[in-house]
């Protein structure tokens, strides 16, 4: 349904003009600095800034880009997160954020030494929350003055997957449970 590949500095404005407004922007990036107006040249240069953050693109079959994730391992090596996932507008509610997180979580447990991917989504997010809880996601715990958005403040959530609870939803997932 999808295809994956490393995001290119070409590919920020398309990425860009998925993010709507100021409480977008906040929803999909958190506190990662940015700031509105949102340009191009703010995601590019986060991109090119830091070559640990593993930004990639996701495709429909004819090579529109249709969504945007971050995978970012940490010093250890033993944990990956997973951030800035986004699907465009236009496609969203069509099964490409789902086909998008199996995607990222294949590639996060390619490596065997990563044991487990967490991520930080917003209380108010609740269809991500669903989202992710589907892929066997935990809630660990909440921050509830994660960022101050027109005066008030977004608590958040840092939820977990470890590789064991991933395999689980994996085998389910294609209709194999006793693998
Ligand atoms: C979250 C997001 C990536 C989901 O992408 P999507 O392509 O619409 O998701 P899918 O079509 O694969 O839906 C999968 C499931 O996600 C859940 N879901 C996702 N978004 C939802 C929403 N806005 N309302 C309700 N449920 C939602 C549903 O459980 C859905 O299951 P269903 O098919 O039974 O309805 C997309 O809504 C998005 O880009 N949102 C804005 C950015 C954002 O909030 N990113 C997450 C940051 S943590």
Do not use: C
């Amino acid at each position: 349904m999808i295809e994956v590949r490393a995001f290119e500095s070409s590919d920020a404005r398309k990425v860009v003009s998925w993010i709507d407004d100021f409480e977008a922007l906040i929803m999909w990036s958190g506190n990662s600095g940015f700031t509105w107006p949102f340009e191009a040249g703010q995601l590019a240069d986060f991109h090119a800034s830091d070559p640990g953050r593993r930004l990639h693109v996701a495709t429909d079959p004819d090579g529109t880009p249709v969504g945007h994730f971050m995978l970012r391992t940490d010093p250890s090596g033993r944990s990956v997160r997973l951030g800035m996932v986004v699907v465009s507008p236009a496609a969203r509610g069509q099964g490409y954020g789902e086909a998008m997180v199996e995607a990222a979580l294949g590639r996060a447990f390619a490596d065997p030494a990563v044991e487990g991917v967490d991520l930080g989504v917003y209380s108010r997010n609740t269809g991500a929350m669903r989202l992710y809880e589907r892929f066997g996601f935990r809630r660990e715990r909440t921050e509830p003055k994660a960022t101050l958005v027109a005066g008030e403040w977004w608590p958040s959530i840092t939820m977990s997957l470890r590789r064991d609870a991933w395999g689980a939803t994996e085998r389910l997932r294609r209709g194999r449970p006793e693998a």
